[in-house]
């Protein structure tokens, strides 16, 4: 995207902008208007978001792409504001159509994590019927990888004979690599999984398509589907206990209980 809009909305910014890598999250902001606008340019989108009275029919659109993809409120609402900000740099009149939109996120209330215990853990692995959330279930709770960054795993981020995973900045929260090691249990089940189901490009490949990843969306009506088989859907209200993000909480308490090292967890997980 190295436009001059955008090249000039960056050299604004303070330097916590990109010292926060908040301009990688700014070019997936500018790449999903581009999309929904169909624009071939960034100028472009910004000339169409100020004709007529379309912008909040974009906002809405916006808003549903971000949902689609299973993120966390708190979430769309800051890509959101990345795209508001920069909306606003370049003139073109927001808060109007932004009140016309029904679908905003809403300030969610806090979750209390419902880390699952060692057996919930072992049901949820062994009782599903499907061999991907099977092998999702195990990868993200002997990895502790955000979901989005496991969906996105291809088999050449794995390294089985050094018994790691490389995941390349293009697919991380905060746009930088990071590895992460395999243990001997989670390298064997990867292994039969590749090797059954003759897996070559994404690990987790959609159905409809082997060259895209599955869906969030469909991965969570299976896994919610899962649940209430087993009589672990309990909820809040922000949603159910036992969700998949806490898997990753679940990586993060087993290393605190064996005593490694807290930069090392930090940087496997990939926190700042």
């Known amino acids: 995207?190295?436009?001059?809009?955008?090249?000039?909305?960056?050299?604004?910014?303070?330097?916590?902008?990109?010292?926060?890598?908040?301009?990688?999250?700014?070019?997936?902001?500018l790449r999903l208007l581009l999309d929904i606008t169909g624009a071939k340019s960034v100028e472009e989108s910004l000339e169409y978001c100020k004709i007529g009275n379309n912008l909040h029919k974009i906002l809405s659109a916006y808003i549903k792409r971000l949902q689609d993809e299973g993120?966390?409120?708190?979430?769309?609402?800051?890509y959101l504001s990345l795209l508001t900000s920069f909306l606003d740099f370049h003139d073109v009149e927001y808060r109007r159509a932004l009140r016309k939109v029904k679908n905003k996120p809403k300030k969610s209330a806090v979750r209390i994590d419902r880390i699952p215990k060692l057996d919930e853990l072992q049901k949820l692995i062994l009782s599903t019927?499907?061999?991907?959330?099977?092998?999702?279930?195990?990868?993200?709770?002997?990895?502790?990888?955000?979901l989005n960054e496991a969906l996105n795993l291809r088999i050449e981020n794995l390294d089985l004979e050094d018994n790691k995973i490389i995941l390349p900045g293009t697919i991380t929260k905060n746009g930088k690599s990071r590895e992460i090691p395999i243990i001997p249990e989670l390298k064997r089940e990867l292994e039969l999984y590749i090797k059954k189901h003759k897996i070559t490009g994404y690990i987790f490949p959609s159905e409809r398509d082997p060259n895209k990843p599955v869906k969030p969306t469909h991965i969570y009506q299976t896994y919610h589907a899962l649940l209430k088989r087993l009589g672990l859907d309990e909820r809040d209200s922000v949603g159910y206990k036992l969700h998949l993000h806490n898997l990753r909480k679940w990586f993060k308490t087993r290393l605190?209980?064996?005593?490694?090292?807290?930069?090392l967890i930090e940087r496997w997980m990939g926190h700042n």
């Open 129 to 146: 019927k499907s061999p991907r959330l099977r092998m999702l279930i195990q990868l993200l709770a002997q990895t502790g990888m955000r």
């Open 1 to 29: 995207l190295e436009e001059e809009c955008v090249e000039e909305y960056l050299r604004l910014q303070s330097p916590d902008f990109m010292k926060r890598n908040k301009h990688y999250a700014l070019a997936k902001a």
């Open 256 to 263: 605190e209980m064996a005593g490694v090292n807290a930069l």
């Open 71 to 78: 993120l966390a409120p708190k979430t769309i609402r800051f």
